[in-house]
C-alpha cells in the first residue's frame, strides 16, 4: 500500500531562518505530488504541485519543492520563513492509477518565532 | 469560482443520530471526493466520485456510511448511528479530469470542512 511519511512532526524557527520540510512516498509507479497549507482554522490550501517537467517546482508565498525521484522525496523549502508562515504543512501523492485520491501525510507544524 | 463549499461548518450530535453533510464542488469539475482528518493527522480518503458514479470507498468507510452524487453535481455523506469515534473533520474537495487523455487531477481544491462533534 502507498504511503507517505513526513520526517518531522513540529519544527520551531526563528523568522528569517530558512526551512526544509521532509517527505517521501513509497510507490513505483508515475505520481503526482503535492503540498498543503492550513493555518490555524483554516481550510488546507495548495501550496504548490508537481505533475511532470522541471522537478523543481515554485509555488506560492516563496515555497518551492524538489522532486527526487530516486529517492522518492519531494522536500518543501523557503529560504527565509516568516512569523504568518505558522501553519501546518501535508505532503499528499496521488498514484496516476488511483483516480485523483490523495495519500496525506501526517502533517508537520511549523512555528515561526517573531 | 466560489471554491468548494460544505454545509454545514459544524454540527454536534448525540451518540445514535444521524446526520448528513452536504458538499458543493466547483461546478466545472467532474470529480469529488470525501475524506475525513482527526486531530494531529493528516486528511485520510474515504470514497471518491467521477460524476455521478462512486468510484472507490475506503475500507475506512463502515457500512454506516453513505455517500451519493445524484445529478453529478453536489453531494452529501450520510452517517447512521453515529459514534464517538466518527467525531472528526470531514472535508469535501474536487477536481477536474480529462478522461481517457490525461489521468492528472486539476485544480484539485478543498472546502473548509464539516467538523462532526458526537456527544
Known amino acids: 500500500a502507498q504511503s507517505v511519511s513526513q520526517h518531522n512532526h513540529h519544527v520551531i524557527l526563528s523568522e528569517a531562518a530558512s526551512l526544509e520540510l521532509g517527505c517521501n512516498y513509497s510507490y513505483g509507479g508515475t505520481v503526482n505530488l503535492f503540498w498543503y497549507v492550513q493555518y490555524p482554522g483554516q481550510h488546507l490550501q495548495l501550496l504548490l504541485k508537481y505533475f511532470s517537467g522541471d522537478p523543481l517546482v515554485k509555488g506560492i508565498k516563496g515555497f518551492e519543492a524538489e522532486f527526487i525521484k530516486s529517492k522518492f522525496s519531494f522536500n518543501l523549502r523557503k529560504p527565509s520563513v516568516q512569523w504568518s508562515d505558522t501553519a501546518e504543512y501535508f505532503c499528499a501523492v496521488n498514484a496516476e492509477n488511483q483516480g485523483g485520491k490523495l495519500i496525506f501525510g501526517q502533517g508537520t507544524e511549523l512555528s515561526v518565532k517573531p | 469560482d466560489t471554491g468548494v463549499s460544505q454545509n454545514p461548518r459544524h454540527k454536534i450530535t448525540k451518540r445514535g443520530q444521524n446526520v448528513t453533510f452536504r458538499c458543493d464542488p466547483i461546478?466545472?469539475?467532474?470529480?469529488l471526493y470525501w475524506y475525513r482528518q482527526t486531530l494531529g493527522q493528516g486528511p485520510e480518503f474515504l470514497t471518491y466520485f467521477q460524476n455521478e458514479a462512486q468510484l472507490e470507498k475506503s475500507r475506512l468507510l463502515s457500512d454506516r456510511f453513505s455517500a451519493e452524487r445524484p445529478k453529478g453535481s453536489f453531494s452529501t455523506l450520510e452517517i447512521q448511528r453515529t459514534e464517538q469515534g466518527d467525531s472528526a473533520m470531514y472535508l469535501c474537495a474536487s477536481s477536474l479530469a480529462h478522461l481517457g487523455s490525461d489521468p492528472k487531477p486539476y485544480g484539485y481544491t478543498f472546502g473548509s470542512g464539516t467538523r462532526l462533534t458526537v456527544v
Open positions: 461546478s466545472e469539475h467532474n470529480r
